[in-house]
């Protein structure tokens, strides 16, 4: 016989942010944000476990606690309504669209049943019946006491720092104009919050909700629960022989069931005085029969065990249920449904009960408001440290709210989300500065990762300077017309560090990177320089720069400013009767005789293009040629420390990023290592961020540079695949100052990637405090322009060379051709 919904609804009505059901109990909904799975270690596990049965326990007699997770199968939505997107971001959003995942929403309902409401049964249900409300909830001060305990409850919860409750308001119960509220929701499992679509819900022939077939497995009989629980179990597939790797111990039931599924997790908080008196009344009927069989004197025993147990150690004997609702749109899929949950209740090593009979009246109790209306022959007796283990306590990963930040997937799915591993620690206290320190060996993803990294930062207005050696970066400077600064016989590198750029002022410090300059080109590194000779060079740029505003057309550069010295200032000293032993300019010329025009190195210092480094955003210094080199490389390096100081002072509130590759093991032989010291000491000052990036263990640490200075001022710490390292991992741990907790996250790092999608997995620490792995997958476009196989890299030139080298294009038309498989 067919019903109208609204006259069987348990639900009387939603005010004062409480339903109120028509047998007079009181819920109150919170919606809960638990931590992300794959983040939590042992301790952790335990000590959430602790916090829940502390809250349970505030919960005053005759409560429920329902706690409902809904699992949802959904596909990122790609956004392609931003004209401003760069070329890559497009093919991102292209290449993740639809991408599916499971959507994770929690909420616990806390239900105060009136004294004297008798328990419902599967024949007692309010599917079938009706009754006024009590008396009792009519007293304002019963709902103001209830009130009181939601909100201890709540306050032990969101101290324990693992999770956050929001208590849910009238609008959000019950249904708006354009949004459906939880009611309604649950009735329908309407997978969308604005999906107004009124469902038929029969029972016959199983549970069928509209197009929806569903299916309910249970857990409510002690027979069918595990012999063994805790507040976490080993995840196999990401331990190693080193480091255990923990999940929660009904983590399988929630983001690792990959279907449409609620799982609902019910505690019931009776009298406990009278729990234990019907079972000390159950234990004595046992003991009487326990003679006529075995059976009755094993449940006597068990019964006498959990009374010894509840008294002696204070436990709170409660009744407990927990269930899976799973559904799918397509009836041939219930089989794969069917499996998939009973797998994931065997690796709880727990039984899986398919409810066919009683299924209705547990899917009404389901409904928020309801947990009270809740079958007790379908619960069984426990306590509350037992029950609380069942509960689920991940969820997946958020994106952060902060507009900065670089994309990364989801560990388990693969969904994209935002990161922002800069100015959120900082603001959250986690991390006190946003320098970065990347630890990975060849092959490990390491080079796709930095390259990801400084494009969002470039794409998000951050100015970039990169120091390279091994070209990595050659594709996205192309990719962002950058200034590309490297070495070889037809196109040797170019610097002008006498050229003021447009907006740009001769302050004292440019003058002091010239004056260095200067001096190491005159100077080998074990001369010294006396006071008269740093006084004439002083002299000579003040002068020489005063010459420039004066004659316009001098064109600024070391050829210029040779012939100043060489023709004006000589007379100069002269005329100023300066002695050979005070400044000797005549050594002077002749050493520096090599930059100027027609000299072995003219080209180094009279760059004519690529001038305005203060004002480009993307600027690489590529050292591989030139890195053994006794003149180009100590004049490179105090350009580029001359280069990004300037930056870091003069460009106020623009983030400035500076990534030192494996270049850095040749600057700090160069007498640089001060120069690293100061650049992580001080650039979180103004805004900026330093970046170092190494491969092998022994560089990190065997170099006090990057020990003392690198490692202590960067709070975030990156590492790729540390696998070939896991023997002597604990050197690396103590060194980078890792926790266990993060042992076992960076030696999971690609333990059990997903076979069907190419990508690599990286771990990011924050201050120690928060610490977790994610995927690096890109797009093929994404994949085109980071590539640093010299074989992909020569083909991307040819396809960018029909294009009369536009590299973007280039790249199109090549991962067109690739997925066409031409």
């Known amino acids: 016989m067919d019903k109208i919904i609204e006259g069987i609804l348990p639900i009387l009505d939603v005010e004062h942010n409480c339903i109120l059901s028509k047998q007079g109990d009181v819920t109150i909904v919170f919606k809960v944000e638990l931590p992300a799975i794959f983040t939590m270690s042992d301790q952790e596990y335990e000590a959430f476990h602790q916090s829940w049965i502390k809250a349970v326990k505030i919960l005053p007699k005759f409560c429920v606690f329902h706690k409902q997770d809904w699992f949802l199968e959904k596909g990122y939505k790609a956004d392609f309504t931003n004209d401003d997107t760069s070329f890559l971001s497009r093919s991102s959003e292209r290449f993740f669209n639809e991408r599916p995942f499971l959507d994770h929403s929690c909420y616990i309902m806390l239900t105060k049943k009136p004294a004297g409401r008798k328990n419902s049964s599967s024949l007692f249900s309010t599917l079938i019946r009706n009754t006024p409300v009590p008396e009792e909830t009519l007293r304002p001060q019963q709902l103001q006491d209830f009130m009181d305990s939601a909100g201890q409850f709540k306050r032990i919860?969101?101290?324990?720092?693992?999770?956050?409750?929001?208590?849910?308001?009238?609008?959000?119960?019950?249904?708006?104009?354009?949004?459906?509220?939880?009611?309604?929701?649950?009735?329908?499992?309407?997978?969308?919050?604005?999906?107004?679509?009124?469902?038929?819900?029969?029972?016959?022939?199983?549970?069928?909700?509209?197009?929806?077939?569903?299916?309910?497995?249970?857990?409510?009989?002690?027979?069918?629960?595990?012999?063994?629980?805790?507040?976490?179990?080993?995840?196999?597939?990401?331990?190693?022989?080193?480091?255990?790797?923990?999940?929660?111990?009904?983590?399988?039931?929630?983001?690792?069931?990959?279907?449409?599924?609620?799982?609902?997790?019910?505690?019931?908080?009776?009298?406990?005085?009278?729990?234990?008196?019907?079972?000390?009344?159950?234990?004595?009927?046992?003991?009487?029969?326990?003679?006529?069989?075995?059976?009755?004197?094993?449940?006597?025993?068990?019964?006498?065990?959990?009374?010894?147990?509840?008294?002696?150690?204070?436990?709170?004997?409660?009744?407990?249920?927990?269930?899976?609702?799973?559904?799918?749109?397509?009836?041939?899929?219930?089989?794969?449904?069917?499996?998939?949950?009973?797998?994931?209740?065997?690796?709880?090593?727990?039984?899986?009960?398919?409810?066919?009979?009683?299924?209705?009246?547990?899917?009404?109790?389901?409904?928020?408001?309801?947990?009270?209306?809740?079958?007790?022959?379908?619960?069984?007796?426990?306590?509350?440290?037992?029950?609380?283990?069942?509960?689920?306590?991940?969820?997946?990963?958020?994106?952060?709210?902060?507009?900065?930040?670089?994309?990364?997937?989801?560990?388990?799915?693969?969904?994209?989300?935002?990161?922002?591993?800069?100015?959120?620690?900082?603001?959250?206290?986690?991390?006190?500065?946003?320098?970065?320190?990347?630890?990975?060996?060849?092959?490990?993803?390491?080079?796709?990762?930095?390259?990801?990294?400084?494009?969002?930062?470039?794409?998000?207005?951050?100015?970039?300077?990169?120091?390279?050696?091994?070209?990595?970066?050659?594709?996205?400077?192309?990719?962002?017309?950058?200034?590309?600064?490297?070495?070889?016989?037809?196109?040797?590198?170019?610097?002008?560090?006498?050229?003021?750029?447009?907006?740009?002022?001769?302050?004292?410090?440019?003058?002091?990177?010239?004056?260095?300059?200067?001096?190491?080109?005159?100077?080998?590194?074990?001369?010294?320089?006396?006071?008269?000779?740093?006084?004439?060079?002083?002299?000579?740029?003040?002068?020489?720069?005063?010459?420039?505003?004066?004659?316009?057309?001098?064109?600024?550069?070391?050829?210029?400013?040779?012939?100043?010295?060489?023709?004006?200032?000589?007379?100069?000293?002269?005329?100023?009767?300066?002695?050979?032993?005070?400044?000797?300019?005549?050594?002077?010329?002749?050493?520096?005789?090599?930059y100027y025009k027609g000299g072995e190195f003219d080209y180094l210092l009279n760059a004519t293009e690529n001038l305005e480094l203060l004002k480009e955003r993307f600027i690489v210094f590529e050292l591989d040629n030139i890195k053994d080199h006794p003149i180009l490389f100590p004049v490179v390096t105090i350009i580029i420390m001359e280069v990004f100081i300037s930056k870091m002072r003069k460009l106020k509130g623009i983030r400035k990023m500076i990534l030192i590759e494996e270049a850095w093991k040749a600057i700090a032989k160069e007498g640089m290592s001060e120069y690293i010291k100061y650049l992580f000491k001080t650039v979180r000052k103004f805004f900026g961020e330093a970046i170092v990036v190494t491969q092998e263990v022994e560089d990190i640490i065997s170099s006090p540079v990057v020990k003392q200075a690198i490692i202590n001022n960067s709070d975030c710490k990156i590492l790729l695949d540390q696998s070939k390292y896991q023997n002597k991992f604990d050197q690396i741990q103590e060194l980078l100052g890792l926790t266990d907790k993060e042992k076992a996250l960076v030696l999971s790092v690609n333990k059990a990637n997903d076979p069907s999608k190419k990508y690599k997995e990286v771990f990011i620490s924050l201050g120690s405090m928060s610490s977790k792995v994610y995927r690096t997958e890109v797009s093929l476009e994404e994949y085109l322009a980071y590539t640093t196989e010299e074989s992909e890299k020569f083909k991307m030139n040819k396809y960018a060379a029909k294009f009369g080298g536009d590299i973007k294009k280039g790249i199109a038309a090549m991962a067109q051709d690739i997925r066409s498989g031409t």
């Open 157 to 594: 919860l969101e101290d324990s720092g693992f999770v956050q409750l929001t208590q849910m308001k009238n609008d959000e119960l019950q249904s708006q104009s354009r949004k459906i509220g939880l009611i309604e929701r649950y009735c329908f499992l309407s997978e969308k919050e604005n999906e107004f679509v009124f469902n038929d819900i029969s029972f016959k022939d199983g549970l069928r909700i509209g197009d929806k077939h569903c299916q309910l497995f249970t857990l409510g009989d002690a027979v069918d629960l595990p012999t063994l629980c805790g507040s976490r179990i080993n995840f196999d597939r990401y331990c190693t022989d080193k480091t255990k790797f923990s999940i929660g111990f009904a983590s399988t039931l929630g983001q690792l069931l990959s279907c449409n599924h609620i799982y609902n997790q019910y505690i019931f908080i009776e009298d406990a005085q009278k729990t234990i008196q019907k079972l000390e009344s159950k234990r004595l009927r046992l003991q009487s029969l326990s003679a006529y069989s075995r059976e009755n004197m094993i449940a006597r025993d068990a019964t006498n065990d959990f009374l010894n147990e509840a008294i002696a150690q204070q436990r709170l004997p409660v009744k407990a249920h927990f269930n899976i609702l799973a559904w799918t749109d397509n009836e041939e899929t219930l089989k794969e449904i069917k499996n998939k949950v009973s797998s994931a209740l065997a690796q709880m090593d727990a039984a899986a009960k398919q409810e066919t009979v009683g299924a209705p009246q547990i899917y009404w109790a389901g409904m928020p408001g309801n947990a009270a209306d809740f079958p007790m022959n379908d619960t069984f007796d426990t306590f509350t440290e037992q029950a609380v283990c069942f509960l689920n306590m991940e969820t997946g990963y958020r994106s952060s709210l902060s507009p900065m930040g670089i994309r990364l997937g989801d560990r388990l799915t693969g969904k994209p989300v935002h990161v922002d591993i800069s100015d959120e620690p900082v603001k959250m206290g986690i991390c006190t500065n946003r320098n970065k320190f990347i630890l990975g060996p060849s092959g490990s993803g390491k080079s796709f990762f930095t390259n990801h990294m400084v494009r969002s930062y470039y794409e998000q207005g951050t100015h970039v300077v990169l120091v390279d050696v091994g070209h990595s970066y050659k594709g996205l400077c192309d990719m962002v017309n950058g200034y590309y600064f490297t070495y070889d016989e037809k196109n040797p590198i170019r610097f002008n560090p006498f050229y003021i750029s447009e907006g740009d002022t001769l302050d004292t410090e440019k003058k002091e990177s010239i004056k260095t300059l200067l001096l190491a080109l005159w100077k080998k590194d074990d001369e010294t320089f006396n006071r008269s000779e740093y006084v004439a060079l002083s002299n000579a740029l003040q002068l020489y720069f005063e010459k420039l505003d004066r004659e316009k057309e001098i064109f600024p550069c070391f050829n210029s400013f040779y012939e100043f010295l060489k023709d004006e200032f000589v007379r100069i000293l002269e005329g100023d009767k300066v002695k050979e032993k005070d400044f000797d300019i005549t050594n002077f010329l002749y050493v520096l005789r090599p």
